[in-house]
């Protein structure tokens, strides 16, 4: 069974930077496409970032675009969010997702929180202005 654990939400300041972490159970990691999602109170849960399986292609929201990075360690089994220039509208419980997935894909699959077979129970983030 696989298993996400998030880490590294908190309270930070606009302008300020966090690091979130995803911790992963299980041996197939390396295979897996996996995202970042986010959900603020009273709307939808919306795609942040995406990393492809083999990390050579990376994925963005327009709205978290060149402030946002997210990286894979798959030794270490862990994807992170490096977020940079944080906003009050950043606001909300991140979420990591996975799935099992072989190559690269497009924008429109990834960004889809419909595509992921596993999630996390999510971390706060909140940026005070």
């Known amino acids: 069974q696989v298993q996400l654990v998030e880490s590294g939400g908190g309270l930070v300041q606009a302008g300020g930077s966090l690091r979130l972490s995803c911790a992963v159970s299980g041996r197939t990691f390396r295979l897996y496409a996996m995202g970042w999602f986010r959900q603020a109170p009273g709307k939808e849960r919306e795609f942040v970032a995406a990393i492809s399986w083999s990390g050579r292609t990376t994925y963005y929201a327009d709205s978290v675009k060149d402030r946002f990075f997210i990286s894979r360690d798959n030794a270490k089994i862990t994807v992170s969010l490096q977020m940079n220039s944080l906003k009050p509208e950043d606001t909300a419980v991140y979420y990591c997702?996975?799935?099992?997935?072989?190559?690269?894909?497009?924008?429109?699959?990834?960004?889809?929180?419909?595509?992921?077979?596993?999630w996390g129970q999510g971390t706060q983030v909140t940026v005070s202005s």
């Open positions: 997702a996975g799935r099992p997935t072989y190559g690269e894909l497009d924008y429109a699959i990834v960004s889809r929180a419909s595509y992921y077979d596993y």
